[in-house]
């Protein structure tokens, strides 16, 4: 085996096994305090003091919600009109150019290239 080659690798490798255990155990024991805390942390809420009137007694609470306001820019936009209607051809954006009276004609057939695949002699 190889504690037979290298003697004390029985111990090596059984501090590193207690090292990895305590850091196991260290690293679990802080995320289990953390999420604790977490949990038992007080809640603080601020509260504004209680408004008095002239009598001394305090004042009412506002009547119903305030008005909304609104938000900045048209909410609603003009839609611009269709382009043209549904279902007609599009109008071309160019005439036609004037075709010639006489088509060109293809000259004569002039040697033609060999095929690399099939030419016995490009191989």
Sequence with gaps: M??????????????LRILLLATTA???TQLATSASHAQTA?????QAKEEV??????????KGAPPPETPPG??????????REPGRPPQPQELPGKMPDELPIRGPD???TPNPATDPRTA
């Design 74 to 83: 048209n909410p609603r936009p003009e839609v611009p009109p269709p382009l």
């Design 26 to 28: 260290l690293t679990a």
């Design 53 to 62: 009137g002239p009598d001394g007694r305090p004042k009412a609470p506002p």
């Design 110 to 112: 002039g040697p033609r």
């Design 42 to 46: 007080p809640i603080v809420v601020a």
């Design 2 to 15: 190889l504690s037979d080659l290298l003697p004390g690798t029985k111990d090596i490798m059984k501090n």
